[in-house]
């Protein structure tokens, strides 16, 4: 069983936790897509937390003998999930920037393209015949 106090501190960090990332979200600098990880993953802990009892049949379903080991392994679990999410998202997001990039400069070069070719059929300034 853990201890009150405990857990009242472990639900106040995670609210903290909670609130700042939804802080983050509404001033714009996280993406609720990417954000959603982070809300779902701490609302779980926040659930385990609250009800220890889950964690401890959770522990028993998967044979682990003390239930802070599973709670070691959701902590695992929880840090990777994370992770990988935004693994995925810096993945994803470098394609793009890589394909802009790409589309940039061959905008460029047809930009170039025109104004050299405008430059060459255009008189030139002092008005001058040959």
């Known amino acids: 069983m853990i201890p009150f ?3 009242v501190a472990g639900v ?3 609210l903290a936790l909670l609130l700042w990332v939804l802080w983050l979200v509404r001033t714009g ?4 897509r990417e954000s959603l990880s982070w ?20 522990a028993h379903a998967l044979q682990i003998e003390v239930a802070s080991n599973a709670l070691f392994a959701l902590a695992i679990l929880y840090v990777l ?3 990988m999410t935004l693994t995925i ?3 994803v997001n470098a394609r ?3 394909r802009l990039t790409q589309e940039c400069a061959m905008l460029r070069a047809e930009l170039e393209e025109q104004r050299a070719a405008r430059s060459q059929s255009q008189p030139s300034p002092t ?4």
């Open 5 to 7: 106090r405990l857990q």
């Open 12 to 14: 106040v960090v995670l």
């Open 29 to 32: 600098r996280v993406s609720l």
């Open 39 to 58: 809300v779902l993953s701490t609302v779980a802990a926040i659930v385990f937390t609250i009800h220890p009892e889950l964690l401890a049949a959770l």
């Open 81 to 83: 999930w994370n992770l």
């Open 89 to 91: 998202a810096t993945s």
């Open 96 to 98: 793009k920037i890589r």
């Open 127 to 130: 008005g001058e015949s040959s």
